[in-house]
Structure formats: C-alpha cells, structure tokens
C-alpha cells in the first residue's frame, strides 16, 4: 500500500490549498486560491469535485468570501452566491455555502473565524460519515465480489475516505474484492484517471473499462454488485449521479445484479421531490470533441454532454448513508433517513 495519499483540501493561512485534480494521476499539484475567482474557476474545471469536497470547499469559500469583502468592498453575498453556483447539481455544494454563511452570521464577533469552523467541522462530520457508510455498506458486498463503479468516490472527494469507494476499501481489507471494475467515465475520465489511482493506491486488483464495455462485462456474468455515489438523493429515492451511472442501473436491473447508491446524508435533499426537479449541468463540447487538447471530431461539431443523469429509484436495491441502508429506495425510506426530514 502506498503512503498517505495527498491532502485533497487544506487552508493554510487564509488561502484555501486545493489538490489540483485535473492534473492527476501524473502530477499531483496544488491550487491556491486567495479569491472567489480563483476558487470558482477551480470548481468550474473540475480542480476540486465530487459532492463532498464541493461542500467542504462551499464552506471555506464563505471564509474566503468574507475576507475578499473586507478587502475590495465587493458585496459578501454576491461572492458566496458566486460560489454556491459554481456547479448545480451536487446539493453539498449550496448547502456547505449555506452552513458556513449561517454560522458566520449567528457566531458572534469574529465571522470568518465561525464560517472557518463551520468548514472544518464539515470535514471531519465527512470523514466519521464515511467510515460509518464504509461499516454499513460492508454488510452488501459478498465474499469474492466483482465489483463495478463509476466515476470517482474515494478520498479526492471526501474530508474521509469517501462515499462507494470507502466501501469498496473495506470490501478489500475485507478481503471481499476479488477484483473491482473501473468505468473509464468518460468524458473526462475520472474513472481512468483518479479512481484507477485510489484502486493502485489501496491495492485493489482492478481493471478499467470503456463505459461502453460494462453490458457484456454484466452478459458474461463478471459483476456481482454495483457500488456508486451520488450528487443529490431527491426526497422519492431518485439519484443524479455522473452521467453513465443511469446505464448501468438498467444493466444492473436486467441482469438481476444489486445496484447500491452510497451518499452521506448531507446529499439528501428532500426540498427536491423528483429527478425531474434536477438542474442537471451542461458542460462544454470541447469535453467531448476534443481529448487531451487534440480535435476528435471536425472542428465546430456539437456536442451533447450532461455531466449527470438521474437514476430512478426503482432500479436503486439499496441507499447506503451514515445513518443506515435504506432498502427498497422510496418517498418513505428516504424520509426516513434523512437528516432533515
Ligand atoms: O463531475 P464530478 O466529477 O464532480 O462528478 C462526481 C460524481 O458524480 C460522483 O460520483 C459524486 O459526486 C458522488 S461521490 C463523491
């Protein structure tokens, strides 16, 4: 097993030091970020993802929002609306916003010294979530599973070992995994490029696979459960997650295979009845028609790129949070388990 892996997010005296994700796994580089600007752009890029992270550094742009405020005079909400809208999708990032600028308003004198708190306290709330779902999920995986996930779930997006790649770890110390399956997840490849890392990292025996491959990987009988996250569990059990993990929810279901979501509670949002309540983000074209800065397609050509799709709950076997599993996956169950019901 290799050494701890880097710090994903880290503040160091009023900068917010972000592990630059994009230029993984071949360099591991840092991000500084002084401003909103900066902090924005590095969401926007994908420097920093996943919806844990997104909250924790939702939580510390307020810190980052305030001290700017002070400096330039720019209006303190506009800069922490700039942040809560960097992307839409994930609901831990509007909410980290909202914790900390909660915290920074209610907490007496010193408010970037609340919304800091605020931040950090989101983190290591993160890290116990993880450990917890990385102990309730372990109870779905069988001995000697193949497992397949998609896109990136482990510690680049968490203050803790993260959502269905924690469980996966645990699988494996286990000895549970007999070999984990990596969707490349196109089009930026987080699975390619970080959850390969994490897999080699932990020592998982694992493999990548182009998206497109996973239905004859499930014809051939090779997968024995699916394991992914999420970006918003809407309040009737619906799931946005990356794009490609809808795919595999059908491929699961028709070959009787338990699909299992893994979220903290924090990316429950009841306010959000349906999937169809979803604002799903759009990204460029350029995602798709270019690949390392070199045109695939004629230049010009449009694209259809959503970052996410919904998953409807039917096809979800089992929500595993912090606080437990939920299973069936419905209106009542996620009431349930939801920190705010
Ligand atoms: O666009 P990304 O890379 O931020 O998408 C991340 C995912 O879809 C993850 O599966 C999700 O955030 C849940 S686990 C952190």
Known sequence: VAADPPATIA??????????????????????????ATLVGAIERL?????????????????????????????????????????????????????????????????????LQAAQDLAAEDAAASTAMARHGLALIPDGARVLTHCNTGALVSGGGGTAFAVIAAAHTAGRVRHLWVDETRPLLQGARLTAYEARRCGIPHSVLPDSAAASLFAAGQVDVVLVGADRVCADGSVANKVGTYSLAVLAHHHAVPFVVVAPTTTIDVATAT????????????EVTRVGGVDLAPPGTAAYNPAFDITPPALVTALVTERGVASPVDLESVRRIARDP
């Open 11 to 36: 503040w160091r005296d009023g900068t917010l030091v972000l592990l630059d994700q994009t230029q993984l796994p071949g360099t591991e580089c840092y991000v500084e970020c002084r401003d909103v």
């Open 47 to 115: 420097a920093v993802r996943g919806a844990p992270a997104l909250g924790i550094v939702g939580a510390y742009g307020v810190a980052l929002a305030l001290a700017e405020a002070t400096r330039t005079g720019v209006d303190v909400r506009e800069l922490t609306e700039r942040v809560a809208a960097a992307r839409p999708t994930a609901v831990n990032l509007r909410s980290g916003v909202e914790r900390a600028w909660r915290a920074a308003t209610t907490g007496g004198e010193d408010a970037a010294a609340a919304a």
């Open 275 to 286: 999937g169809a309540d979803v604002v799903i983000e759009q990204r460029a074209a350029g």
